[in-house]
């Protein structure tokens, strides 16, 4: 800041100081009934709105303004020259030391204007907020009152054992569905079984066995990349293909037996990966008796063999003919007695 504006800066702050201490002398005094209307009582709190209004006041009130040159020695704020080097005051530091402030003291609040608040509008501004708070804490309970009560109706009611899961069809007329809980299906009497698992062939063994055949001459291109193993788990063949080379190997399986069906019929295998094809036998298209087929295995030229037992479907029998009742003998017509 160039020398000749800061001495101007200086120059209006010292007047604005000297007018404020005018006003403040005239405000002392009380013998203007405006001034009275502005401070209100003797706490007086001077913010910079109210500053502004006093100083106003003292310029235009003939009366403030005399009494304001008599109160304040010297000439009229801001017609003297102001020097060079303001005074530093020293700030009464022991005097604030002597006098702490009590904690929780009553604090001066100030309203959107600037002036100070008069404490008995602070008490209403306080009860309203207090008002305020309470009537939506209230509003807020009752709204959520009924929500609470649905909620824990639906957390305690009979169906709240599913862990809260809606149950959906396939979880409900699943293949367990029948086989544990009785309730709401029909009653599993004998050895007929609903559980998909295990079949019995005639010999008590289960009725599907399998193993790996090599055929000479028909594995292709990554024909030694591809290991091929299998076994069984009740009536489902598991084929594992492993991918033992440094590349992926593209696989695929396939078998002429129109009631055998893969999980899964052709992929890529990345090296050093397993995989397990499961083959399912349709129950409802096997033919009866001992069968036999086969499941091809690309490129590693390996054919599975799968033998199995088919049980013939029963039959309904015809319902009984109904017998016939016998007919009545032929009655004779009556003989009229001679006359």
């Not at 009860?127 to 009560?149: E, M, N, S």
């Not at 699943?174 to 010999?203: C, F, H, I, Q, W």
Request: hydrophobic fraction near 35%; include cysteine.
């Amino acid at each position: 800041m160039e020398p000749a504006a800061a001495r101007e800066l200086l120059a209006s702050a010292a007047c604005e100081v000297e007018r404020t201490r005018a006003a403040l002398a005239v405000v002392e005094t009380g013998g203007c009934p405006s001034v009275a209307h502005l401070t209100g009582d003797n706490r007086l709190v001077l913010s910079t709105a109210l500053r502004r209004e006093l100083v106003r006041h003292v310029d235009d009130c003939p009366r403030c303004r005399r009494t304001a040159e008599r109160a304040v020695p010297g000439h009229w704020p801001g017609a003297t020259v102001t020097p060079a080097e303001l005074p530093v005051l020293e700030a009464p530091r022991a005097a604030l030391a002597r006098h702490p402030r009590a904690r929780g003291a009553a604090v001066p609040r100030f309203d959107r204007r600037g002036f100070p608040m008069d404490p008995k509008d602070r008490a209403a501004r306080r009860d309203r907020i207090r008002a305020r708070a309470v009537t939506t804490t209230v509003v807020a309970t009752v709204v959520a009152a009924p929500v609470l009560a649905l909620w824990a109706a639906y957390r305690g009611g009979p169906a709240g054992d599913d862990d809260g899961r809606a149950a959906t069809a396939r979880e409900a007329q699943g293949p367990e569905a029948l086989g544990g809980d009785t309730s709401g299906g029909y009653e599993n009497a004998g050895n007929a079984s609903v559980k998909p698992g295990v079949r019995m062939g005639r010999n008590g063994k289960a009725d599907v066995s399998v193993e790996v055949v090599s055929v000479g001459g028909m594995g292709g291109k990554g024909a030694g990349q591809l290991d091929v193993s299998a076994a069984n788990d009740g009536d489902t063949t598991l084929i594992t293909l492993t991918a033992s080379g440094a590349s992926e190997v593209r696989w695929s399986v396939s078998t002429s037996a129109g009631w055998l069906y893969f999980s899964q019929s052709s992929g890529t295998l990345e090296p050093g990966r397993a995989l397990t094809v499961k083959v399912y036998v349709d129950h409802l298209r096997e033919p009866s008796g001992h069968w036999h087929a086969r499941v091809a295995v690309a490129p590693a030229g390996a054919v599975v063999s799968i033998d199995g037992y088919g049980t013939a479907p029963s039959r309904p029998t015809p319902p009984p003919a109904s017998p016939t009742p016998p007919s009545p003998p032929p009655s004779t017509p009556p003989t009229e007695p001679p006359a």
